[in-house]
């Protein structure tokens, strides 16, 4: 039996999904991304987790599309391969995700990181958007995603050189929360993690919504479905909870509710 390609560890409510191909760097062939997004699915489904914190290990968070697969690949099939589909599944959960990032986040590893909501950075940790150096583009969201979050010069500057950025300057750039020592990277992830996951879950899953919706759309669009959302927090108990607390002057006990 070969070792599975994720490997899943619970830590109270919370998550932790290895990626498990360490003498590739994580590179993401077709069968990663369908073990990444059936392992996100069933713990999106597991009321026990409220975040899932994403680590790729010590040398690489991923190194991008698997290259040996598509090396002598031509468009139609890439196009039947169909990892969009996989990409979809992954970006369709609906519980946060946190980014644990030592290493190389290269190509789609860095679209990876970038399509999860937080991510926390080694002080070695790169990014960088390769993919022009090998006659391709970023094809999984590194042309756009990358943009809002950096700004359309700095992620120019990626996408077409294809050079690294170093941790520091990505935490300047905002593409990540925080950077840590390397080897503190998981346990920091973990903290800021357990931070949201002690956060009234189902206000956090439509803050979050909300936020990502917005970030896709137009302002407007972005801006009604904040009001939808915010308007359902008022239908939780944790609502309740939050404000009674508040006003009772004591810590608050959220449900999850
Ligand atoms: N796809 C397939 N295999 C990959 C890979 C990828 N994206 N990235 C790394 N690997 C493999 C290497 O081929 C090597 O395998 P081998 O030991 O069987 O030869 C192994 O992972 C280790 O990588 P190596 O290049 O020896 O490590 P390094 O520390 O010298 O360099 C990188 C690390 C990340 C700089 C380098 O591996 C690299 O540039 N990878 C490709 C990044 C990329 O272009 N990604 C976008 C793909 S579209």
Redesign the pocket.
């Known amino acids: 039996m070969s070792e599975p390609l994720v490997l899943i560890e619970r830590k109270d409510s919370l998550a932790i999904v290895r990626l498990n191909r360490p ?3 994580n ?2 062939s077709p069968d990663m991304l369908r073990a990444l997004a059936e392992t996100l699915e069933s713990l999106n489904a597991d009321e026990q987790v409220r975040v899932i914190v994403l680590y790729g290990g010590e ?2 968070f991923a ?8 090396a002598k690949a031509g468009p139609v099939d890439i196009y039947l391969r169909n990892t969009r589909a996989l990409w979809q599944r992954i970006w369709g959960i609906d519980k946060p995700v946190v980014a644990a990032v030592r290493g ?1 986040a ?4 860095c679209e990876l990181a970038l399509g999860c909501d937080l991510i926390v950075a080694g002080q070695t940790a790169r990014f ?1 958007q ?2 022009i ?2 006659g ?1 583009m970023p094809g999984a969201g590194g042309t756009q995603r990358l943009a809002r979050a950096i700004g359309p010069a700095r992620a120019m500057e990626m996408v077409l050189t ?1 050079e690294p950025l170093a941790a520091e300057a990505a935490l300047q750039a905002g593409l990540v929360n925080r950077v840590v020592a390397d080897e503190q990277v998981l346990d920091a992830a973990l903290e800021l993690a357990g931070v949201v996951a002690e956060r009234p879950a189902v206000a956090v899953r439509l803050a979050r919504q909300a936020l990502r919706y917005g970030l896709e759309r137009t302002l407007l669009e972005g801006m009604e479905l904040e009001r939808r959302n915010y308007l359902m927090t008022y239908d939780t108990q944790d609502q309740k909870e939050g404000m009674g607390a508040f006003l009772e002057k004591r810590k608050p006990e959220f449900r999850g509710k």
């Open positions: 003498d590739k760097l590179a993401l040398r690489a190194a991008g599309a698997d290259i040996e697969a598509m190389v290269f190509g789609g590893g960088a390769p993919e150096k090998l391709i294809g």
